[in-house]
């Protein structure tokens, strides 16, 4: 449209009934561009309206769709339309299940729901492996013929992997990288050396994050070479957070030779102590252990230097040179002078190797404003059947006034559980008895849809019963200051919104085996 204020508007000529209305829409439009798009509605009615059967459909330059031989395409409608309400309306997360679920039972999609789910492959990234399992051959062939459907082309049939490395996506790399590291840990580093120079920071902080897989003494000189030098700040940090899961690297036994510089036993009873660097060595840097300051951190001169020291120290060390476990270790540095320094150190060294033992440590005798974490960042390093107990302890001791909390401990169950991943029974349980208590109080915050694609499948025959239901969360009662008569809060109400979800989470669970 642009220029149609400029340059007089020039309609086709066209006889009859179609040539009278496009000359009286000039005068009818508030605008020329109103006019041009109103004459282009128009005509493109007519020639949809105008087009005329062939007598004989020529073959396609695309060819014939191959017949499946691979996996066995689905046939029962009522699966088919659930799958159908699922790639069109259902949480992303309920989507990538019930792919999954298709794909584990040896079954393809039926030709009818192949365009859909390419295309909500091509909307979604996350939900494009899921996809790419369920096509089959016939949706594989489909996928070459239509440019947003690309990305589930099968990799051997297009490009090499070398063509790929060079000209695909950075999720592309990083998958490519994390499958040659398995595979042959010295040919992923040496590709991934090689093409560092010409990455942006972000792209290099990606895939050096693949290395974390097989980790070895012999990645020791390309991590010191980019703890020292590489331009980026966090691309030379977690370069130095690889060396530390290295005990025998040279920046390790640095850093650890400076430590016990720090640490000595004295006073009756006897106990250690520790005092922070009085200077910085200048072989620190070339040692692999940063020596400038930064603002973001808010520690004192010396605190800082004690911090970057014991941050490039493994936790283990600590327990075998102290002989105190992690328990201790947090209450000695509790009672000491330097207990930020030293809890963050640990913090930072325990995110990049997460230990459980350290985890649980920390979760029963939390530091307190020394570390600027929350809890929550500890709990996600631990497996998401280590953290239910700590969930369910929390969820336990919320009543009406604590209601609101319930939804941190919602979100932090919805991030933790991939996709097609549940909570125990035990804690579904409690989760719906709170969410009961949280809808009542008006504080929930999330999708309750996304709650019920996590709850353990033996409870979803109960959560299409309303009695079975009552049984399960009794409805809440709450007395109303403006009459004598309580009102009832249920569950069945509250879930009545996510009967879809629910209801195709049953039909999933029931999914028979290709034969």
Not at 391 to 397: E, K, R
Not at 422 to 433: F, G, K, T
Not at 442 to 458: A, K, Q
């Amino acid at each position: 449209m642009v220029g149609t204020d400029k340059k007089p508007l020039e309609l086709p000529a066209c006889a009859g009934a179609v040539g009278d209305l496009l000359a009286q829409l000039p005068a009818r439009a508030s605008t020329p561009a109103q006019a041009l798009l109103q004459a282009a509605g128009v005509l493109t009615v007519c020639e949809r309206a105008g087009q005329r059967p062939v007598g004989q459909i020529g073959s396609s330059a695309h060819g014939t769709a191959p017949a499946e031989s691979s996996q066995v395409v689905l046939q029962h409608s009522a699966l088919i339309d659930t799958l159908r309400w699922l790639l069109s309306d259902a949480p992303l997360r309920l989507q990538i299940e019930g792919l999954q679920q298709v794909a584990a039972r040896g079954w393809c999609l039926p030709n009818s729901l192949l365009p859909l789910a390419l295309d909500s492959g091509a909307r979604s990234s996350m939900l494009r492996p899921a996809v790419v399992a369920v096509l089959g051959e016939r949706g594989r062939w489909l996928a070459r013929h239509h440019s947003a459907w690309r990305y589930a082309v099968a990799s051997a049939e297009t490009v090499s992997v070398e063509q790929r490395w060079q000209e695909g996506s950075l999720a592309q790399r990083v998958q490519i990288l994390r499958e040659e590291r398995r595979i042959a840990p010295a040919a992923a580093r040496e590709r991934l050396q090689a093409a560092l120079p010409d990455l942006p920071a972000k792209e290099r902080l990606e895939l050096l994050a693949e290395l974390k897989a097989g980790l070895s003494d012999d990645d020791e000189p390309l991590l010191a070479a980019l703890a020292q030098k590489d331009r980026g700040q966090e691309v030379r940090d977690l370069a130095r957070s690889l060396l530390v899961q290295l005990p025998q690297s040279a920046a390790t036994q640095a850093a650890v030779a400076r430590l016990q510089a720090c640490l000595h036993v004295s006073g009756t009873p006897s106990r250690w102590q520790i005092e922070p660097p009085q200077a910085v060595d200048p072989g620190w840097e070339e040692r692999g252990t940063e020596s400038s300051r930064t603002k973001q951190e808010g520690l004192g001169e010396r605190a800082i230097w004690l911090y970057r020291v014991v941050r490039s120290v493994p936790l283990a060390w600590w327990q075998q040179y102290t002989g105190m476990d992690p328990k201790a270790l947090l209450e000695w540095a509790r009672q000491g002078d330097w207990q930020e320094a030293l809890v963050r150190a640990w913090w930072a060294v325990l995110r990049v190797a997460p230990d459980a033992q350290w985890c649980h440590a920390l979760l029963q005798h939390w530091p307190g404003r020394a570390l600027p974490d929350q809890p929550a960042a500890v709990l996600a390093l631990l497996p998401t059947a280590q953290r239910e107990p700590y969930w369910m302890q929390t969820l336990q001791h919320i009543d009406a006034a604590k209601a609101r909390s319930f939804n941190d401990v919602a979100q932090q169950v919805l991030h933790a559980c991939a996709p097609g991943e549940h909570v125990s029974p035990a804690l579904s349980q409690l989760l719906l008895q709170k969410l009961l208590l949280a809808h009542r109080r008006g504080y929930l915050l999330f999708s309750v849809d996304e709650l019920c694609c996590v709850l353990h499948p033996t409870l979803l025959p109960l959560l299409r019963d309303a009695e079975a239901l009552d049984r399960l969360v009794p409805p809440l009662s709450v007395p109303e200051a403006v009459s004598d008569k309580p009102l009832i809060y249920s569950l069945d109400k509250v879930l009545g919104r996510s009967q879809q979800v629910i209801a195709a989470r049953c039909v999933l669970e029931q999914l028979p085996a290709a034969r």
